[in-house]
């Protein structure tokens, strides 16, 4: 039987150590697809301040961006202690876990000046039982300085997670992503240059995809030498340019069947080595519009192992 290299796996087999991610989202990150610098809105699913104006709360409305100086610097790094302490005595005291990679989440955790980076990623890098972070981010929000220090921290396990989404340029198009394949393509080759592990994001569901398309994604990405992988399925969200797509039958979600058919399929083609570090993705509250089987996580999962499973891939 074959067994997913998960990211858990990964780390008990490389650092003989039980690892695991704490989310973080600082608030002052934004995204240049949203604050306008490439386009307005942000990607079609994404739910951010276009539509939901107090998701920002503790800045007053304050964004980073590269070019310009943070003065809530304090603020955001206070955020992050206590966010990451808060949720780590949770992983200690339920996973007896007691060493962690710091996941800056939300958003586009490049986009601000070298400075906020710096410090917010040194920062993680001194909590204790961090040995790692792993960044969000896109292809457009990285250059040679942002890598270059991110590289600086050479002795760490040093991630950097690309929304990848789709290989093609119409999805891409269709989704308002605001950035071409090939900036994202790029983008992960330097990343590999600088000797940063890279994980790609892919969204099964798509507008306008069919199946082949999906799985072309997952071979595509592949090539350009990522070392793991995020697949889920595209869900709906209420106050998304999506939700109003949906609305107006211009969306049709993807169908769970198809959606653990395509993964299947998918996982097949992912070498041994490869971390897949998700399958799917839920959300379970009011926000989710559709499709509604995204709503029970578990019951996916598990419907997804038993598929898994009978195909002698273990999960
Ligand atoms: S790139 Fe990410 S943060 Fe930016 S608009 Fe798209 S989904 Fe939102």
């Not at 998701?55 to 304050?62: G, T």
């Not at 992050?80 to 990679?101: G, P, V």
């Not at 990623?121 to 990285?142: C, H, K, N, Q």
């Not at 570090?277 to 509604?292: C, F, K, V």
């Amino acid at each position: 039987m074959r067994e997913i290299l998960t990211f858990g796996r990964y780390y008990r087999e490389k650092l003989n150590l039980r690892v695991k991610k704490v989310p973080i989202s600082i608030s002052g990150f934004t995204c240049p697809n949203i604050d306008g610098t490439v386009a307005r809105g942000g990607c079609t699913y994404c739910l951010n301040d276009s539509f939901s104006p107090n998701l920002n709360k503790i800045s007053n409305k304050f964004y980073l961006n590269p070019n310009r100086e943070n003065p809530f610097l304090n603020k955001h790094l206070e955020e992050l202690k206590t966010q990451f302490y808060e949720t780590s005595k949770i992983f200690r005291d339920k996973y007896k876990i007691d060493k962690f990679i710091v996941y800056f989440q939300s958003f586009t955790n490049t986009y601000a000046d070298i400075n906020t980076l710096k410090s917010l990623y040194e920062m993680a890098l001194s909590f204790d039982g961090v040995i790692g972070i792993s960044v969000g981010t896109r292809g457009d929000s990285v250059n040679e300085k942002v890598l270059n220090l991110l590289a600086s921290f050479k002795e760490k396990e040093i991630w950097i997670e690309f929304g990848v989404q789709s290989i093609y340029d119409e999805t891409a198009k269709i989704t308002n992503r605001g950035e071409s394949i090939e900036v994202i393509k790029n983008a992960i080759k330097l990343s590999k240059l600088k000797g940063l592990r890279v994980c790609g994001h892919l969204i099964f569901g798509l507008p306008n995809e069919n199946q082949n398309m999906m799985l072309n994604s997952v071979e595509e990405v592949l090539k350009w030498g990522v070392d793991s992988l995020k697949i889920h399925p595209c869900y709906v969200v209420k106050n998304t340019a999506l939700a109003n797509d949906l609305n107006r039958g211009k969306f049709e979600p993807i169908e769970e069947d198809i959606y653990i058919e395509t993964l299947v399929k998918g996982i097949k083609i992912i070498p041994d080595d490869i971390i897949i570090q998700r399958i799917t993705a839920g959300i379970d509250d009011d926000s989710l519009i559709a499709p509604l089987w995204c709503r029970n996580k578990n019951k996916n999962i598990n419907k997804i192992k038993r598929v898994l499973k009978r195909e002698e891939i273990l999960y």
